[in-house]
């Protein structure tokens, strides 16, 4: 089974695919060019730098093509008052007496540092399907759980996630 995405991150894979074919490649495939005219490539550091650079690209690419076909399609949509994917929700994390925001995502765009956290954790897990007002237990492991109340719902907005970050 591989990853679970929405339609729109698979469409944002294939854009970044698309860019790194029509417009990296070439670029990439002149400073090879550019660096081979230079003479003897065994000490030819440009040379070696370009052809790095182009194997990084198409594996890039080979990365993203496999995860598409691979990927398992989940729904992007959920109604307006529910928590789910593509969705920002706010709560008040009780334990700790603080107010936090997260944005619920698909495995490929999750990142902690930008709270974006995957439908599969378990805080993904036991907000979906929520709404605001409830009260909901986060289990992190079975020796630990914590509360939270839901505040606020709204939607995700991915254009401002970088095109690479799939």
């Known amino acids: 089974m591989g990853h679970r995405l929405t339609i729109t991150d ?7 695919i698309s860019h790194r074919k029509s417009v990296v ?13 230079q003479g003897d490539l065994s000490e030819n550091f440009e040379y070696h730098a370009a052809k790095r650079e182009k194997a990084k690209n198409d594996s890039r690419i080979r990365f993203l093509e496999k995860m598409i076909r691979n990927a398992e399609i989940i729904k992007d949509t959920v109604p307006d008052d529910c928590a ?4 920002t929700i706010t709560f008040y994390v009780e334990e700790d007496d603080v107010e936090e925001q997260c944005s ?17 954790s378990p805080m993904g897990k036991a907000l979906s399907g929520r709404r605001v007002g409830d009260r909901v237990q986060i289990r992190v492991s079975d020796s630990y759980s914590y509360y939270v109340e839901i505040r606020k719902i709204e939607d995700f907005d991915d254009a401002q996630i970088p095109i690479n970050a799939y």
Do not use: Y
Request: proline share 2%; hydrophobic share 35%; charged share 35%.
């Open 104 to 120: 619920i995502v698909s495995t490929m765009l999750s990142n902690s540092l930008e709270n974006r956290v995957s439908i599969e």
């Open 10 to 16: 698979i469409n944002k894979m294939k854009e970044e």
């Open 25 to 37: 490649r070439p670029e990439l495939l002149d400073k090879l060019k550019t660096a081979r005219a």
């Open 84 to 87: 789910g994917i593509g969705k």
